[in-house]
């Protein structure tokens, strides 16, 4: 048979006893001071999960690349192949993927297009998200003779990724250059 000191220790209403003489050591409840630790439980857990968000790391964003899929007279298709390193043991999301695309123009780097996507799930290691971009050509019509003359276009792809932890999501910025060929 348990003694009610014992007993205590066992319960699930986390009581703790402090010793009112200074011993750690009396068996009788008559010299503890009975505390009760359950209106703690929620900060001890608010602490548990604060201290792994600080414990999980951000996703590193890549550009892995850029291909061309279609072309036409009126508009341009792209695929960027965007690498999402996640350095954590367990899976996160991207609440958003979103970025824009722009042609080197000389010195200058000009708009191109935009893309995003919402809600990926990315899995613990390497992943490997394609996003599909329609241009319209309207925007390239000054460049592109010169462009085809080149027989290459050099694009450039900013960005943000938005992970989200444990309901918490903050910006991580990508950038990505790479030159393609347009034959």
Known sequence: MQSPHEANWVQ???ILFI???GSIYPVDENYCMPIELWPLTPAVAGVVVAGCGLLLKDPEITIQGISLTSAGMDTLGLDIRVGVENKNPVGITLKSLSFDVYYRDGEEWVFLSHGDQAGIVIRS???????PVRVRN???????ARLIADGEVTLQVRGVAAPEIFG????????????????
């Open 12 to 14: 699930w209403n986390l």
């Open 168 to 183: 918490i999501s903050r910006g991580v910025p990508f950038t990505g250059t790479q030159t393609i060929p347009l034959v």
């Open 138 to 144: 309207a925007g390239i019509l000054g460049s592109i």
């Open 19 to 21: 010793p009112s003489g």
């Open 125 to 131: 290691g390497s992943n490997e998200v394609t996003i």
